[in-house]
Antibody
Framework: QITLKESGPTLVKPTQTLTLTCTFS??????????VGWIRQPPGKALEWLAL???????RYSPSLKSRLTITKDTSKNQVVLTMTNMDPVDTATYYC??????????????WGQGTLVTVSS | SYVLTQPPSVSVAPGQTARITCGGN??????VHWYQQKPGQAPVLVVF???DRPSGIPERFSGSNSGNTATLTISRVEAGDEADYYC??????????FGTGTKVTVL
């Protein structure tokens, strides 16, 4: 049974750096093809993909946010960490992590965490 | 960047068929995935790779994809199908792209 859970601060100040952790179970990030991604959703708005890391440490970023994002993994702890620098109120959103079984285009985000709401405000 | 456009809302009576479109340039050449999101909950995958269903998803959910439009069809709509629906593809320049989302209302 695959599960994922996001953790991190609920409130950050503008210009600060956000660090979110995704802790998962039921799969290993050392298994060929597997990836974990981050997706966010501002209140009342659509989903937006942010970043994804694969079993072989291949990292992919949203072109529009690439300069602000860093994704890393700790395979021994079953964790993936996302950092986002220079936070702004427009970054207020629910942040989800999600599992991807393979790297090919035909593979979806098949398991999602419950999400964590991050508010950016002074 | 690659853009996926969905109608903001679709209304359907119980027992009828809901069709949700997802428009994108030559989307027929891509694999399309669909997610259902109920208020306050995480998205749930309902269709992947254009027309496949994950285990546990009712056969009432089906998908198609051709040309510049992909479609999620919900047959025999039930009250529990009321939710937001998002399409998603992988694009070589934009990586993972989500659609604008469609709110399905069951009348």
């Amino acid at each position: 049974q695959i599960t994922l859970k996001e953790s991190g601060p609920t409130l950050v100040k503008p210009t600060q750096t956000l660090t979110l952790t995704c802790t998962f179970s039921g799969f290993s990030l050392s298994t060929s093809g597997v990836g974990v991604g981050w997706i966010r959703q501002p209140p009342g708005k659509a989903l937006e993909w942010l970043a994804l890391i694969y079993w072989d440490d291949d990292k992919r970023y949203s072109p529009s946010l690439k300069s602000r994002l860093t994704i890393t993994k700790d395979t021994s702890k079953n964790q993936v960490v996302l950092t986002m620098t220079n936070m702004d109120p427009v970054d207020t959103a629910t942040y989800y992590c999600a599992h991807r079984q393979e790297e090919g285009s035909g593979w979806p985000f098949d398991y999602w965490g419950q999400g964590t709401l991050v508010t950016v405000s002074s | 960047s690659y853009v996926l456009t969905q109608p903001p809302s679709v209304s359907v009576a119980p027992g009828q068929t809901a069709r949700i479109t997802c428009g994108g340039n030559n989307i027929g050449d891509k694999s399309v995935h669909w997610y259902q999101q109920k208020p306050g909950q995480a998205p749930v995958l309902v269709v992947f790779d254009d027309s496949d269903r994950p285990s546990g998803i009712p056969e009432r959910f089906s998908g198609s994809n051709s040309g510049n439009t992909a479609t999620l069809t919900i047959s025999r709509v039930e009250a529990g199908d009321e939710a937001d629906y998002y399409c998603q593809v992988w694009d070589s320049s934009s990586e993972h792209v989500f659609g604008t989302g469609t709110k399905v209302t069951v009348l």
